[in-house]
Every structure is written in C-alpha cells, then in structure tokens.
C-alpha cells in the first residue's frame, strides 16, 4: 500500500470508488482513506462513484473525504443500484474524461 500511496500523493487528480457494504465503505477503501488521510494530501481533483444494494452511503463517504482533504471536485457524483448498466458505465467514462481534462489545464496553467 505504501507504493500506492507514493503514487496517489504525487497525482494530481484522484477518483475514489467503492460500493456500499453494511451502510459504509468497503473495508480496505476504508483503510486506504483513513492511510491517505494522515498524510495530508493537498492541491488534488477528484470525484467519486460508488454502488449500492440499499442504503448507498458509500459514494456519500467518499465525497466527504474528497471535500475534507479540499479537492476540487469535477462533476456529478455517480451513484448505481447494484451492476452497472451501459448507460452508467458511459456516465463513469464521461466522468473520467472531465477529470484527465481539469488534470491536464491544471498541469499547464
């Protein structure tokens, strides 16, 4: 997790995702943010997206956590019951493509 980190830290841009597992995250994203939050990152983009059965508190953590470490936060949060259709799977690519592009004016202003 330790060479994960290194990466994370020296991105620019971050997207978090997990499903929903008993109204919270899933353990081990758990463990990643509370890892990453000590170490204070700063200056990040992001955006979440997560799954859900009932409840879908996970993509709600998630972008708690992205608003406490202040990222700038590109788009809509992306929130789907169970398996992903197309249609969301579509929204997620979308999603990525908004984030690479505030990546890249953000690493040339």
């Given at each position: 997790?330790?060479?994960?980190?290194?990466?994370?830290?020296?991105?620019k841009g971050i997207v978090?995702?997990?499903?929903?597992?008993?109204?919270?995250?899933?353990?081990?994203?758990?463990?990643?943010?509370?890892?990453?939050?000590?170490?204070?990152?700063?200056?990040?983009?992001?955006?979440?997206?997560?799954?859900?059965?009932?409840?879908?508190?996970?993509?709600?953590?998630?972008?708690?956590?992205?608003?406490e470490i202040q990222a700038?936060?590109?788009?809509?949060?992306?929130?789907?019951?169970?398996?992903?259709?197309?249609?969301?799977?579509?929204?997620?690519?979308?999603?990525?493509?908004?984030?690479?592009?505030?990546?890249?004016e953000a690493c040339f202003?």
């Amino acid at each position: 997790m330790t060479d994960l980190m290194r990466d994370v830290l020296e991105a620019k841009g971050i997207v978090l995702g997990s499903p929903t597992l008993n109204n919270g995250l899933l353990p081990t994203v758990a463990g990643f943010l509370q890892y990453m939050k000590g170490l204070r990152p700063k200056g990040k983009i992001g955006a979440a997206f997560g799954s859900y059965g009932w409840s879908g508190e996970a993509v709600k953590f998630l972008l708690q956590y992205l608003q406490e470490i202040q990222a700038e936060i590109v788009g809509e949060v992306i929130r789907t019951k169970y398996v992903p259709d197309k249609k969301v799977i579509e929204e997620c690519i979308e999603l990525g493509r908004k984030v690479a592009q505030r990546v890249r004016e953000a690493c040339f202003v």
